[in-house]
Protein backbone atom coordinates (compact mmCIF):
# COMPACT_ATOMS: atom_id res chain seq x y z
CA UNK A 1 0.00 0.00 0.00
CA UNK A 2 1.31 3.24 -0.84
CA UNK A 3 1.73 6.05 1.54
CA UNK A 4 2.05 9.89 1.68
CA UNK A 5 4.47 11.28 3.97
CA UNK A 6 3.96 14.97 5.21
CA UNK A 7 6.29 17.13 6.88
CA UNK A 8 5.58 19.64 9.95
CA UNK A 9 7.62 23.07 10.08
CA UNK A 10 10.57 22.03 7.90
CA UNK A 11 12.06 24.02 4.92
CA UNK A 12 10.24 27.55 6.29
CA UNK A 13 13.15 30.76 7.39
CA UNK A 14 15.65 28.76 7.82
CA UNK A 15 14.11 26.57 10.41
CA UNK A 16 14.89 22.47 9.64
CA UNK A 17 16.37 22.49 6.64
CA UNK A 18 17.42 19.74 4.31
CA UNK A 19 16.90 18.65 0.47
CA UNK A 20 13.95 17.01 -0.23
CA UNK A 21 15.22 15.54 -3.70
CA UNK A 22 18.41 14.39 -2.32
CA UNK A 23 16.03 12.62 0.45
CA UNK A 24 14.50 10.95 -2.18
CA UNK A 25 17.46 9.90 -4.17
CA UNK A 26 18.30 8.13 -0.76
CA UNK A 27 15.31 6.55 -0.48
CA UNK A 28 15.42 4.68 -4.34
CA UNK A 29 14.55 1.30 -2.72
CA UNK A 30 11.29 3.00 -1.15
CA UNK A 31 9.98 4.69 -4.87
CA UNK A 32 10.01 7.91 -2.82
CA UNK A 33 8.89 10.25 -5.18
CA UNK A 34 9.58 14.19 -3.80
CA UNK A 35 6.44 17.00 -4.08
CA UNK A 36 8.06 20.25 -3.91
CA UNK A 37 9.96 21.63 -1.25
CA UNK A 38 7.77 21.46 2.04
CA UNK A 39 8.83 18.26 2.86
CA UNK A 40 5.87 16.26 0.75
CA UNK A 41 6.61 12.39 -0.31
CA UNK A 42 4.64 9.74 -2.12
CA UNK A 43 6.16 6.53 -1.00
CA UNK A 44 5.16 3.80 -3.71
CA UNK A 45 6.52 0.98 -2.08
CA UNK A 46 4.89 -1.24 0.31
CA UNK A 47 6.11 0.18 3.81
CA UNK A 48 4.94 0.18 7.17
CA UNK A 49 4.32 3.49 8.85
CA UNK A 50 6.92 2.45 11.58
CA UNK A 51 9.10 1.49 9.32
CA UNK A 52 9.06 4.47 6.99
CA UNK A 53 9.31 6.81 9.96
CA UNK A 54 12.60 5.34 11.31
CA UNK A 55 13.81 5.34 7.67
CA UNK A 56 13.14 9.14 7.32
CA UNK A 57 14.35 10.20 10.55
CA UNK A 58 17.38 8.26 10.54
CA UNK A 59 18.32 10.21 7.11
CA UNK A 60 17.11 13.65 8.22
CA UNK A 61 20.01 15.91 10.60
CA UNK A 62 16.56 16.74 12.85
CA UNK A 63 14.19 15.38 14.57
CA UNK A 64 10.91 15.81 11.82
CA UNK A 65 7.39 15.27 12.82
CA UNK A 66 5.28 13.21 10.11
CA UNK A 67 2.19 12.69 9.42
CA UNK A 68 2.09 9.81 7.22
CA UNK A 69 -1.45 8.49 5.72
CA UNK A 70 -2.37 5.91 3.14
CA UNK A 71 -2.15 6.66 -0.14
CA UNK A 72 -6.16 5.85 -0.48
CA UNK A 73 -7.43 8.26 2.15
CA UNK A 74 -5.67 10.96 0.18
CA UNK A 75 -7.02 10.00 -2.98
CA UNK A 76 -10.77 9.26 -1.43
CA UNK A 77 -10.47 13.15 -0.58
CA UNK A 78 -9.87 14.18 -3.78
CA UNK A 79 -12.35 12.05 -5.82
CA UNK A 80 -15.09 13.55 -3.09
CA UNK A 81 -14.20 16.58 -3.87
CA UNK A 82 -14.75 18.84 -0.77
CA UNK A 83 -14.82 21.86 -2.36
CA UNK A 84 -17.63 21.38 -4.54
CA UNK A 85 -20.46 23.59 -4.10
CA UNK A 86 -18.69 25.42 -1.74
CA UNK A 87 -18.75 29.34 -3.07
CA UNK A 88 -14.82 29.84 -3.37
CA UNK A 89 -14.41 33.74 -3.29
CA UNK A 90 -12.17 36.15 -5.54
CA UNK A 91 -8.67 35.55 -4.48
CA UNK A 92 -9.26 32.45 -2.21
CA UNK A 93 -6.84 29.84 -1.94
CA UNK A 94 -7.59 26.32 -1.18
CA UNK A 95 -6.09 24.08 1.39
CA UNK A 96 -5.95 20.95 3.32
CA UNK A 97 -4.53 20.54 6.39
CA UNK A 98 -2.61 17.18 7.71
CA UNK A 99 -4.16 16.55 11.54
CA UNK A 100 -1.21 14.60 13.55
CA UNK A 101 -4.54 12.14 14.54
CA UNK A 102 -7.73 11.92 13.84
CA UNK A 103 -10.57 14.25 16.10
CA UNK A 104 -12.72 12.81 18.70
CA UNK A 105 -15.53 15.01 17.97
CA UNK A 106 -16.00 17.48 15.31
CA UNK A 107 -17.04 21.09 15.79
CA UNK A 108 -19.76 22.67 13.83
CA UNK A 109 -18.50 23.58 10.20
CA UNK A 110 -17.87 26.11 8.57
CA UNK A 111 -15.30 27.40 10.99
CA UNK A 112 -14.73 31.24 10.40
CA UNK A 113 -11.63 33.03 11.60
CA UNK A 114 -11.82 36.00 12.13
CA UNK A 115 -15.76 35.07 12.70
CA UNK A 116 -18.42 37.04 10.45
CA UNK A 117 -17.67 38.45 6.78
CA UNK A 118 -14.14 39.41 6.85
CA UNK A 119 -12.97 35.72 7.54
CA UNK A 120 -9.41 35.14 6.30
CA UNK A 121 -9.44 31.56 7.26
CA UNK A 122 -12.84 29.31 6.62
CA UNK A 123 -12.58 25.67 8.00
CA UNK A 124 -15.42 23.70 5.64
CA UNK A 125 -14.82 20.48 5.77
CA UNK A 126 -12.88 17.28 7.91
CA UNK A 127 -12.44 13.64 6.64
CA UNK A 128 -10.68 11.59 8.79
CA UNK A 129 -6.88 13.09 9.72
CA UNK A 130 -7.53 15.79 6.70
CA UNK A 131 -8.91 19.41 6.89
CA UNK A 132 -10.11 21.16 4.34
CA UNK A 133 -9.93 24.87 4.47
CA UNK A 134 -10.15 28.15 2.55
CA UNK A 135 -7.62 31.20 2.81
CA UNK A 136 -7.91 34.57 1.78
CA UNK A 137 -5.74 37.77 2.66
CA UNK A 138 -7.57 40.57 4.11
CA UNK A 139 -5.88 44.07 4.91
CA UNK A 140 -2.49 43.71 7.39
CA UNK A 141 -3.62 40.88 9.55
CA UNK A 142 -2.65 37.55 8.33
CA UNK A 143 -3.48 34.24 9.29
CA UNK A 144 -2.76 30.70 7.80
CA UNK A 145 -5.18 27.83 8.10
CA UNK A 146 -2.14 25.61 10.15
CA UNK A 147 -2.42 27.83 12.91
CA UNK A 148 -6.34 28.34 13.18
CA UNK A 149 -6.91 24.16 12.36
CA UNK A 150 -4.26 23.44 15.10
CA UNK A 151 -6.30 25.53 17.60
CA UNK A 152 -9.49 23.84 16.90
CA UNK A 153 -8.75 20.70 17.47
CA UNK A 154 -5.73 20.87 19.76
CA UNK A 155 -3.12 18.73 17.87
CA UNK A 156 -0.02 18.95 15.29
CA UNK A 157 -0.63 19.35 12.04
CA UNK A 158 0.52 20.22 9.11
CA UNK A 159 -0.97 22.28 5.40
CA UNK A 160 -0.65 22.39 1.77
CA UNK A 161 -2.05 24.01 -0.89
CA UNK A 162 -4.97 21.85 -2.72
CA UNK A 163 -2.45 22.04 -5.64
CA UNK A 164 -0.04 19.75 -3.91
CA UNK A 165 -2.96 17.63 -3.05
CA UNK A 166 -3.78 17.30 -6.81
CA UNK A 167 -0.02 16.63 -7.46
CA UNK A 168 -0.35 13.89 -5.16
CA UNK A 169 -3.24 12.30 -6.70
CA UNK A 170 -1.40 12.60 -10.03
CA UNK A 171 1.63 10.64 -8.65
CA UNK A 172 -0.53 7.50 -7.51
CA UNK A 173 -2.35 7.59 -10.44
CA UNK A 174 0.80 7.75 -12.91
CA UNK A 175 -0.21 10.85 -14.56
CA UNK A 176 2.25 12.95 -15.86
Given at each position: ?5 F ?43 A ?26 L ?28 L ?7 P ?41 P ?20
Amino acid sequence: MALVVFMRGVNVGGHKTFRPAALAKELVALDVVNVGAAGTFVVRKTVSQAKLRAELNKRLPFKAELMICPAADLQNLVWTDPFAGQPIPKGAKRFVTVLGKRPQTLPRLPILRPDGAEWQVKVVAVSGKFAVSLWRRLGRSLLYPNEVVEKIFGVPATTRNWNTIEAIRDILEGVS
